[in-house]
């Protein structure tokens, strides 16, 4: 049971003061989950923008534990009973597998959450990776570049975004698709 009406007022709790800037990406992120939840099932549409709201509570102090901020969001909100489903697309947004590859949590990534890959999916990652560390929109290319030159070429973010690369694209085009923004 879960009150998806809840997922604002818990990210702006956890985020708005602590992580200002994070707050802002957040806040454009679920508007932007919102917009997309349109060409999903009418049941699919509460779950992605409850997962857009919390998709970074893993950054939050008090939440923050591993490294792996995905990993960190979804195991805070399966002990505080939220719906499974929006804690699987938490744990793994915008390819956090490879992330949590690179930081040896794969095993445990895998063991307590189920990695849905769907429109929904796609549409959470969509909103997430257009959208800037300050809420502005990016279109996918410039953000990966943003990402990139953020960490620099050595960092574990960097290099888990040069594999992930591929996917996050795909999940880009794929929704920018079921949108009809983008031809082919
Ligand atoms: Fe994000």
Not at 18 to 46: I, T
Request: proline share 4%; aromatic share 8%.
């Amino acid at each position: 049971m879960t009150n998806f009406e809840a997922a604002s007022g818990l990210a702006h709790d956890l985020l708005a003061d602590a992580l200002p800037r994070r707050w802002l990406h957040v806040q454009r992120v679920a508007d932007k989950a919102s917009e997309v939840s349109s060409v999903l099932a009418a049941p699919d549409r509460p779950i992605l923008v409850a997962a857009a709201w919390l998709h970074d509570i893993g950054y939050a102090p008090g939440v923050e534990s591993s490294g792996l901020h995905a990993l960190d969001g979804a195991r805070w909100l399966r002990r505080a009973g939220w719906d499974k489903r929006v804690a699987d697309l938490v744990a793994y947004h915008s390819c956090a597998a490879f992330e949590a590859e690179e930081r040896q949590l794969e095993r445990e990534l895998r063991t307590e959450f189920r990695n849905e890959a769907s429109d929904v999916t796609d549409a959470l990652w969509y909103a997430d990776m257009t959208t800037g560390p300050d809420g502005q929109d990016f279109e996918i290319m410039e953000r990966l570049t943003e990402i990139r030159s953020r960490y620099g070429p050595d960092h574990v973010v960097t290099r888990f975004w040069s594999r992930a690369q591929p996917q996050i694209i795909a999940a880009v085009r794929r929704t920018e698709r079921r949108l009809g923004t983008r031809k082919g």
